[in-house]
């Protein structure tokens, strides 16, 4: 009974010895702290940037996709019933009327007569419809017109707007980025390649007003794009 109790402590000291001699796992690098942008870099990158509703305002002119464009069709189709249908006309006759004087001796070496007549009209007719008045039925066609420019008006703007936050958003990945001496990493390389591929976009969209709105802003010109 003494040896096999022996043998118990010995294999238990033996295992616990292997535990201890088993390499340890490498200590863990502490996790890096997220990157934190500076609120005063996000100013300077608005402040670089032009305004949002000027490119809007831009975009939809390119696109002639105006409100006030749309508003005036409408006005215009509900205007049109209140204006005459209008007609002109011209007429002329010629005319040629003979006739034989008998009763006077004084006509006795010229006893026919010849008479022309050249007559001109003029006509000029206007006519209202009354019910056109009171309700045109071109305004249908104008308000649903309107509609669809008002549709195509919002997803261009739409567009806009995801272009020109997503460019400010990568600018400021960019800038909280840490650029080894060798130089930028290939994300970065990527980021500054979709910077510029979405200010190429913006300024086909907005007939190149984000390049104009750009350098206004950066030499300290008043923003005031037609």
């Known amino acids: 009974a003494m040896t096999i109790s022996t043998c118990f402590v010995l294999l238990v000291l033996l295992a616990g010895e292997a535990a201890d001699s088993a390499p340890q796992p490498a200590p863990q690098p502490p996790a890096a702290s997220a990157r934190r942008v500076s609120p005063v870099l996000l100013r300077a990158l608005a402040a670089a940037d032009p305004p949002v509703d000027a490119l809007r305002a831009a975009a939809s002119a390119v696109a002639l996709t105006e409100p006030d464009r749309a508003r005036s069709l409408v006005i215009r189709a509900r205007l049109a019933g209140w204006l005459p249908e209008v007609r002109g006309r011209v007429d002329r006759r010629f005319a040629r009327a003979e006739s034989v004087d008998l009763g006077s001796s004084a006509a006795a070496l010229a006893p026919v007569g010849i008479d022309s007549d ?19 039925p ?89």
Do not use: C, H
């Open 118 to 136: 050249n007559d001109v009209r003029y006509e000029l007719r206007a006519t209202w419809d009354l019910s056109r008045l009171v309700f045109n």
């Open 138 to 226: 071109d305004e249908m066609g104008a308000q649903f017109q309107a509609l669809r420019t008002a549709d195509a008006r919002r997803e261009l703007e739409s567009l806009v707007i995801r272009l020109y936050f997503d460019r400010r958003r990568l600018k400021a990945e960019l800038s909280a980025a840490d650029v080894p001496s060798t130089g930028m990493p290939l994300s970065g390389v990527r980021m500054q390649l979709r910077i510029a591929e979405i200010e190429a976009e913006l300024d086909a969209l907005t007939g190149g007003a984000f390049t104009r709105l750009s350098r206004r802003r950066e030499t300290g010109v008043e923003l005031t794009d037609p």
